[in-house]
């Protein structure tokens, strides 16, 4: 049988761990959104970082971009990269610059549907990217669980805009908000119960 120490002495001695002896506060949003309508509404006060928040809409054109708009000027003026992966439009740069964008930021991928997915993959797990847009036209479960995986590799804001039809459907994205008619509705939030009412567009600007 081993000697009996002391616990003041195995302290000392640093052969036990010691706990903090307080809690720790709980810690805030790395990135709100930019309006603090939604922002008041989401868990954290903002988008989850390192994660992929999905964007549901019926086309584009829903007020996506200028959801988007403040969180991805903010990073792009501490001169990190923002990449779109397959826009459905070729970005307009005047309107970007206007939101408050740094454009020499901002890269754009074109690519097929097909490698639209593995390219956003590879952008969210660099490392090198501090938010990437995509706009997967077909993407099951297992594919959105490799851009979720890939966002918390890359520590990468990663943004899926998507049908909204596929709203009946389970998505590993800690995040979803949908677009429709002039309001965005929390469907989905880590760590927090989604709002019952949909809040207006023009209200979280």
């Keep these: 049988m081993g000697a009996v120490l002391a616990l003041d002495q195995l302290l000392e001695t ?92 901002v890269q754009v991928v074109q690519a097929s549907p097909r490698d639209a997915l593995w390219a956003a993959e590879q952008c969210l797990r660099s490392a090198a990217c501090a938010a990437v847009l995509c706009w997967p036209q077909q993407a099951d479960d297992r594919a959105l669980r490799r851009l979720q995986v890939a966002a918390e590799t890359g520590q990468c804001l990663g943004f899926a805009f998507r049908d909204l039809r596929q709203a009946r459907n389970s998505s590993p994205a800690p995040l979803r908000l949908q677009l429709e008619n002039g309001q965005v509705r929390v469907l989905k939030c880590r760590g927090g119960m989604a709002p019952a009412q949909p809040l207006p567009l023009s209200l979280a600007h």
Excluded: F
């Design 14 to 105: 640093r052969q036990v761990w010691r706990g903090r002896s307080q809690a720790v506060p709980a810690a805030t949003a790395q990135h709100p959104t930019g309006h603090p309508a939604l922002d008041a509404r989401l868990p954290g006060g903002g988008w989850p970082p390192a994660a992929l928040s999905e964007v549901l809409l019926a086309a584009p054109g829903q007020g996506e971009l200028a959801l988007v708009w403040p969180t991805l000027a903010r990073l792009s003026h501490l001169q990190q990269t923002v990449v779109l992966i397959a826009p459905p439009y070729l970005p307009h740069a005047p309107a970007w610059a206007g939101a408050g964008l740094a454009l020499g930021q």
